[in-house]
């Protein structure tokens, strides 16, 4: 629960004074041993923890989304297997899985602000792509996909500039050689998150020939994030289009 809901709480008198201190008294964790569960990151930071899931034995997986499905009536995870899925399932009924991206996600009814635009060079890019709109979709934001837009067919790219140039914010996810950020970038007038990502063939080295293209863009206003790092483009392209609602119902 937020600290804004206990406190309409009290002074709606649905809760008493002794019960909104016993949860302010609380840790801002939850200590389960294996883990301890920020379960107070929202209040600081306007964002729900999220599970990074590959890699996690199966019982402490079940576990902590058990606990962040109680407390927030949502949960989000990433990176996720089918079998996690299935194993998750059996305790969150409502809960989804998306083979694409790999989120494994419960998601309340919310209210989308704001605009993100997310784009790909090719196909191939798609999944990390759409956990980076995926994410930014879970935390609250309105998100265009535009997808196979890359430089071999550049004429696919202007074709929807319309759409992209009206974005708070554009995330470009590129493997190969890189060049879909640095092209936005000198298209947009706000910021691009450039996403490199593994694919492409030997001397792509995995990413690292994106992400070393992007890193060096003459572009201006382009920043970059790790190869593959979908979610972290997601959650970062939320926090300027936030910026940007914010400053826009100042100015109304």
Not at 19 to 25: I, V
Not at 35 to 52: C, M, N, Q, W
Not at 58 to 81: C, N, P, W
Not at 157 to 186: F, P, T
Request: include cysteine.
């Amino acid at each position: 629960m937020e600290t804004r809901e206990i406190l309409n709480q009290l002074k709606d008198g649905k809760i008493t004074v002794e019960e909104a201190e016993h949860f302010f008294k609380r840790q801002p964790y939850e200590d389960f041993g294996y883990a301890k569960l920020d379960t107070h990151r929202e209040i600081r930071s306007g964002f729900p923890e999220v599970i990074y899931c590959s890699g996690k034995p199966d019982e402490y997986l079940v576990s902590i989304f058990q606990k962040m499905y109680e407390e927030y009536g949502e949960v989000f995870g990433t990176r996720a297997s089918e079998h996690q899925f299935a194993l998750v399932r059996e305790v969150i009924p409502s809960i989804q899985y998306d083979k694409v991206s790999r989120i494994l996600k419960v998601e309340k009814e919310k209210q989308r602000n704001g605009k993100i635009a997310v784009c790909t060079a090719g196909t191939a890019d798609i999944p990390v792509a759409e956990e980076a709109a995926q994410t930014a979709e879970y935390f609250g934001a309105n998100v265009e996909r535009i997808f196979d837009v890359g430089v071999s067919g550049i004429h696919r790219l202007l074709s929807r500039m319309d759409v992209i140039q009206e974005a708070n914010c554009v995330i470009a996810v590129a493997g190969m050689e890189g060049a879909l950020a640095s092209v936005l970038g000198g298209l947009v007038s706000n910021p691009v998150i450039a996403v490199p990502t593994s694919v492409g063939y030997g001397a792509s080295f995995g990413g690292v020939s994106a992400l070393l293209t992007m890193i060096n863009s003459c572009a201006n206003g382009v920043a970059v994030v790790n190869i593959d790092n979908g979610y972290g483009a997601g959650y970062m392209a939320t926090q300027i289009n936030r910026l940007a609602v914010h400053t826009l119902e100042k100015e109304s």
